[in-house]
Antibody, heavy 119, light 107 residues
Framework: EVQLVESGGGLVQPGGSLRLSCAAS????????MNWVRQAPGKGLEWLSY????????YYADSVKGRFTISRDNAKNSVYLQMNSLRAEDTAVYYC????????????WGQGTLVTVSS | DIQMTQSPSSLSASIGDRVTITCRAS??????LNWYQHKPGKAPKVLIY???SLQSGVPSRFSGGGSGTDFTLTISSLQAEDFATYYC?????????FGQGTKLEIK
């Protein structure tokens, strides 16, 4: 069974850092592109970042560019999101999602991990 | 950057109704358009990919159409479990932008 499990969320002060992890099971991560998506309270889904299966192509949303870093360890079947210089507006549930298909859609999602940025 | 505009932003409907949600891209995205259903506390779920392909396991009352810049998601006969928020998403370009969502509520 394909599963994605996020971890690493929690309460952090403004300006602080967190590292989110997404552990994949039931498939080999090395063959898939991966993404991070978030949903702030009362808001819609916001795509944050993409990493190619090989790790050689990465994209970010403007809202997190320069502050967040996506990475992957295919040997550990995991994807990561390093979040620095956190702001109150980064408070959200963060999801990792697997991308698949010739037309690139997100077929599996984790259950999400909550990040709260507050003093 | 490309913009994705969904309408309506909210919709009240009854069990058995036929509903259509539209999504417009600010530039052509071929058929790189996906639809997701999201319920509170749950992971989003893909319903339609590549504009009109039904994801495995999704009921056939869901259908998608369109190409280029204008797309639709239709639910032919609403069921109780369909009340949720629906998002379109383009994957032709990066960033892989979502629409702002359509909240479907019970009338």
């Amino acid at each position: 069974e394909v599963q994605l499990v996020e971890s690493g969320g929690g309460l952090v002060q403004p300006g602080g850092s967190l590292r989110l992890s997404c552990a994949a099971s039931g498939f080999s991560l090395r063959y898939f592109e991966m993404n991070w998506v978030r949903q702030a309270p009362g808001k819609g889904l916001e795509w944050l970042s993409y990493i190619r299966s090989s790790g050689d192509t990465i994209y970010y949303a403007d809202s997190v560019k320069g502050r967040f870093t996506i990475s992957r360890d295919n040997a550990k079947n995991s994807v990561y999101l390093q979040m620095n210089s956190l702001r109150a507006e980064d408070t959200a549930v963060y999801y990792c999602a697997r991308e698949t298909g010739s037309k690139d859609y997100f077929d599996y999602w984790g259950q999400g991990t909550l990040v709260t940025v507050s003093s | 950057d490309i913009q994705m505009t969904q309408s309506p932003s909210s919709l009240s409907a009854s069990i058995g109704d036929r509903v259509t949600i539209t999504c417009r891209a600010s530039q052509s995205i071929n058929s790189y358009l996906n639809w997701y259903q999201h319920k509170p506390g749950k992971a989003p779920k893909v319903l339609i990919y590549a504009a009109s392909s039904l994801q495995s396991g999704v009921p056939s009352r869901f259908s998608g159409g369109g190409s280029g810049t204008d797309f639709t998601l239709t639910i032919s006969s609403l069921q109780a479990e369909d009340f949720a928020t629906y998002y379109c998403q383009q994957t032709y370009y990066s960033p892989r932008i979502f629409g702002q969502g359509t909240k479907l509520e019970i009338k």
